[in-house]
């Protein structure tokens, strides 16, 4: 029996790599859909399959007329298990059929991003020093749990002792450790250097930004929050939304708020220019802004503003700051335009366009593909 249960465990294991294969192939796929999103824990991902079933045997009432065979006509909806209707008649015995979860590391998904999108590995720029309880056990001290008494220190002060008191007898050599004696190995906690990053996430909010723009950059910020991940030690990330103020919010909010008033967006770079200042120092963090608009500003004068923040301020203390515009109906899309007339000769700064959600992977490689 258990010979049984290790085989089918082994042939499971089989098939859920083949899904992983799957799973690897239809990648570009999930970078254009938000059917991962809310599917997330903190080291893995459920991603459903539905391309795939498990192997089993389905056994049913033969005794009937199977498909193609009786009356009927073309177009006539089938009897049976292919009836397509509505969920009429009371509750059955039978089991369902369900969709296949997968449960997938997040550091393996961010390799077949890699993969996809031929992302290069990011050279770390800023350290921030980190005490770990880690380390060998390479001390000593005077206390400590019987498991870590260190016998060959302990006999060594007890025989130096006793030979010190004049106690020896080398005819009966008998050696007693008394508390003084006693020594206990000890881990030793030394700083442990780890790259450490903290994403900018900074939304435009304002009426023009809706459903489906929001989704876009859901879908984006997922990718690139999996990427950075798997690059750095130590992560944070910082929502931001704007309208004419920007205020610091909670990831849920970021994705669900909305408001009706106009559009600042120099009041976001502010916002995130202070954190960095005041939090994040350049020196020992690795900095990512990323901003997604549909190209609306109030006032060409506020523009201004926010380029003199990003060349004087901003640019200097990041990795590369990265702007994406959303398509809107109702955003002219004018803010790229005067990021790429003022700033085209900077390789900090990215900016693409998203018209649509197949536009997706592209920007995404076009924000991580430097390796900066």
Excluded at 53 to 70: I, K, T
Excluded at 72 to 85: F, I, N, Q, S, T
Excluded at 113 to 130: A, C, F, T
């Amino acid at each position: 029996m258990g010979f049984q249960i290790y085989r089918m465990e082994r042939d499971r294991a089989r098939f859920r790599d083949i899904v992983r294969g799957k799973l690897r192939k239809d990648l570009r796929k999930y970078l254009s859909t938000s059917e991962l999103l809310g599917r997330q824990g903190k080291h893995t991902i459920s991603i459903p399959v539905p391309q795939i079933e498990l192997p089993r045997f389905r056994f049913g009432d033969n005794s009937g007329q199977g498909v193609g065979q009786g009356p009927g006509e073309k177009g006539d909806p089938m009897d049976g298990e292919g009836r397509d209707a509505e969920g009429h008649g009371t509750a059955g015995d039978q089991e369902g059929r369900h969709i296949l979860e997968v449960e997938v590391e997040l550091a393996e998904l961010a390799e077949m991003l890699g993969d996809e999108l031929e992302l290069p590995n990011i050279e770390p720029r800023g350290n921030k020093q980190i005490s770990t309880d880690g380390g060998r056990y390479t001390g000593l001290r005077t206390t400590g749990p019987n498991s870590l008494r260190h016998f060959r220190r302990t006999f060594r002060r007890a025989l130096r002792r006793t030979i010190a008191a004049g106690e020896w007898d080398p005819e009966h050599p008998v050696v007693i450790p008394i508390r003084d004696d006693e020594r206990y190995r000890a881990r030793r906690t030394t700083p442990r250097p780890e790259s450490s990053a903290v994403i900018f996430h900074m939304m435009d909010v304002s009426g023009s930004m809706g459903r489906e723009q929001k989704d876009i950059v859901r879908i984006k910020a997922f990718w690139i929050d999996t990427w950075l991940r798997s690059q750095y030690q130590n992560i944070e990330v910082v929502y931001v939304v704007h309208d004419a103020v920007a205020k610091i919010v909670d990831h849920d909010a970021f994705f669900h708020l909305r408001e009706s008033g106009g559009t600042k967006i120099s009041s976001a770079y502010e916002l995130c220019l202070k954190l960095i200042m005041e939090k994040y120092r350049p020196e020992n963090w690795n900095i990512y802004p990323f901003h997604y608009s549909d190209g609306d500003n109030w006032s060409a004068r506020d523009t201004e503003r926010c380029i003199n923040l990003l060349s004087d301020e901003i640019l200097p203390r990041v990795n590369q700051f990265c702007y994406g515009q959303v398509k809107s109906a109702y955003g002219s899309g004018q803010f790229k335009k005067d990021i790429d007339g003022a700033l085209s000769d900077d390789e900090r700064v990215i900016t693409t366009n998203v018209n649509s959600r197949e536009e997706i992977p592209d920007s995404i490689r076009a924000f991580l593909g430097k390796g900066r």
